[in-house]
């Protein structure tokens, strides 16, 4: 169970991933994440990065794993649509891949100036599914 979703917060804007586990919803959120500023079906999966994130908890670790995203996309220009995410205590290791921003084929909505900890959380819900979850400054 794969999913995510925004959710409307004030000025800003929640991003929520679901999964089944805790890395599915994690990866859920960054692409959450990139559906803030485009159509996810325009950007192609051409070109990869790695990224490296280290926090005290998962929800922290959310929010550092966010905002990494977020100079990512700022710094090399570039949007992601695919994720694979990796957690091991509390480091996270991740492959983004995504494609140099093309506004005239991306329509660019807004620019996610990063992840706060409004609303933050990461949790297993009844059921079995992981939801990761945080309000993007935009």
């Known amino acids: 169970m794969q999913s995510w979703e925004h959710f409307p917060h004030e000025a800003d804007m929640g991003v929520r991933g679901r ?22 079906t ?3 999966p051409r070109q990869l990065i790695t990224i490296h994130c280290q ?23 570039m949007l992601f649509v695919r994720f694979q995410v990796d957690i091991e205590d509390t480091r996270l290791t991740a492959s983004a891949w995504g494609e140099p921003v093309d506004p005239a084929r991306h329509h660019p ?9 409004t609303e933050l959380r990461v949790a297993q819900e009844a059921g079995g599914h992981w939801v990761a979850q945080a309000v993007v400054d935009v």
């Open 109 to 117: 909505a807004v620019e996610v100036k990063g992840a706060t900890y």
């Open 42 to 44: 325009v950007v192609r």
């Open 55 to 77: 926090a005290p908890d998962p929800e922290l670790l959310l929010a550092d794993w966010l905002n990494a995203l977020v100079f990512e996309m700022s710094s090399r220009r």
């Open 19 to 40: 999964g089944d586990s805790m890395v599915e919803a994690f990866a859920q959120a960054a692409l959450a994440l990139t559906a803030v500023v485009t159509d996810l």
